[in-house]
């Protein structure tokens, strides 16, 4: 960013001369790349090769800035499950982009860092979590597995585990044969007989957690499932993993459920279990503080000799909103197009176009593409009726804005909401889970 080096330029060498003292501070590897690194890169200072921004979907920032409360939380849930005292799962909600998959990514390392096992599914509608909670059950064990001495538990758990696995509903056109060999994660042990495998989920599940957290009794240890995009759990699945967290509360087993999912999880939760509310730890997170964003941008960058003005950090904040997404979007893009370090706000003038052109094609389009045509009707209608905030909107205002019954568009509605586009936490109200997204929509031609 302090001047473009042409390839074999003449001066070329002497650039590299000036900035040898910078560059004794890489490794030698990298210093006997610079002049090959300077004829493919226009920048000799702020340059894309250490570019420390990483916006992607469930990537951990380069500085997981504005979260310390909730690590907080759930290292005094860890301890106190490690102590034997009484302790709720966790859950994490909030919109899009806000982080939820990295901070539950960064929960599981925790509890790996405390010996615990540990295990993670992402939930999908319309799909059993069966399947994906045995084989996250059994990764647990397996983590556990080393240190118990007692390997016929180990066994005889793994037995439990297949039984639990191969009792589930087998889709039609399957043969008998085919469902008591469909599921074979490399467990050689012959499944169990009359533990937890019932075919009742509810009973299944709670007898399977209750010889999970047994097992991890013995070594003195704890499980942690982590449950991603928990709000597409089927409403009988739902039902079910609330059935046996209750049962574990109730005995204080060391097995823990920290979930992941959209603003109306606690609903969702509270529809199959009255008492859910009282047995998950809820945590919602939302866009970053002034400060802690500014703390996501600069931490990363002065890593690598690198700042902002103030007014640079000013545009930033009022370019990305606070949201952690946008936030690592917008830098990304302005270090690889800023001249020089302190980056300035000029800069950002001249990065948020191609950044805007980034959001739109890979974090608006894609989920706009998914929808149908009648869907993307009700999109639109929710846009022009919300405000910069994407606040929620009434269905029937939706239905006049359409000239519409109600009626007549629950099937675009509950299609949208299927799909994760929108969601409904009030009765008549809907809002979009991506934040955003209505300006984006407002933006695009009718």
């Not at 909600?93 to 599914?121: C, D, E, H, P, Y």
């Not at 802690?292 to 690198?306: I, N």
């Not at 008549?428 to 933006?443: D, E, N, Q, Y």
Request: charged share 25%; with cysteine.
């Amino acid at each position: 960013m302090v001047a473009t080096v042409a390839a074999g330029g003449p001066d070329s060498a002497a650039r590299c001369r000036r900035r040898q003292p910078y560059a004794t501070r890489r490794t030698s590897f990298y210093a006997n790349l610079r002049p090959q690194l300077y004829r493919l890169i226009e920048s000799e200072t702020v340059d894309p090769v250490r570019n420390p921004y990483a916006p992607g979907a469930g990537q951990r920032p380069p500085e997981l800035a504005g979260r310390d409360r909730e690590l907080q939380q759930f290292e005094v849930v860890l301890e106190r499950v490690a102590r034997g005292r009484p302790e709720r799962s966790m859950i994490i909600t909030g919109l899009r982009g806000v982080g939820k998959t990295v901070l539950l990514n960064a929960f599981r390392s925790m509890a790996i860092q405390r010996l615990w096992g540990t295990g993670k599914i992402e939930a999908r509608p319309d799909q059993s979590i069966r399947r994906p909670v045995a084989s996250a059950l059994h990764m647990a064990v397996r983590e556990l597995a080393p240190r118990h001495r007692a390997p016929d538990r180990i066994e005889g758990f793994l037995g439990v585990l297949k039984a639990f696995a191969q009792a589930g509903e087998e889709p039609a056109g399957r043969t008998a044969k085919a469902r008591a060999h469909r599921w074979q994660p490399g467990i050689d042990v012959p499944a169990a007989r009359g533990r937890a495998d019932s075919g009742d989920l509810e009973i299944d599940l709670t007898e399977l957690f209750v010889d999970a957290a047994s097992v991890a009794t013995d070594v003195g240890a704890g499980i942690a499932l982590f449950v991603d995009e928990m709000q597409d759990i089927p409403a009988d699945d739902v039902s079910a993993l609330c059935a046996a967290c209750h049962e574990l509360s109730q005995n204080g087993g060391p097995l823990i459920v920290v979930g992941a999912g959209l603003p109306h999880l606690p609903a969702v939760l509270s529809a199959s279990k009255s008492y859910s509310e009282r047995l998950f730890r809820y945590a919602r997170i939302d866009r970053l503080d002034r400060d802690s964003a500014d703390v996501a941008l600069l931490a990363p960058a002065e890593r690598e000799d690198v700042t902002f003005t103030k007014d640079a950090l000013d545009a930033l904040y009022g370019a990305a909103d606070g949201y952690p997404y946008f936030v690592q979007a917008y830098a990304k893009v302005v270090w690889d197009v800023a001249p020089d370090t302190p980056i300035t706000a000029d800069d950002i003038k001249v990065a948020a176009p191609e950044a805007e052109s980034e959001l739109a094609v890979g974090f608006f389009g894609s989920r706009y593409e998914r929808a149908t045509p009648a869907e993307r009707d009700y999109m639109r209608a929710m846009a022009m009726l919300g405000d910069e905030g994407d606040t929620p909107v009434s269905t029937a205002s939706v239905a006049d804005e359409l000239g519409r019954k109600p009626s007549s568009l629950s099937p675009a509605r509950d299609g949208l909401i299927k799909k994760g586009l929108i969601f409904s936490a009030e009765r008549g109200l809907v809002a979009f889970t991506v934040p955003h997204f209505g300006k984006f929509l407002r933006s695009q031609p009718a």
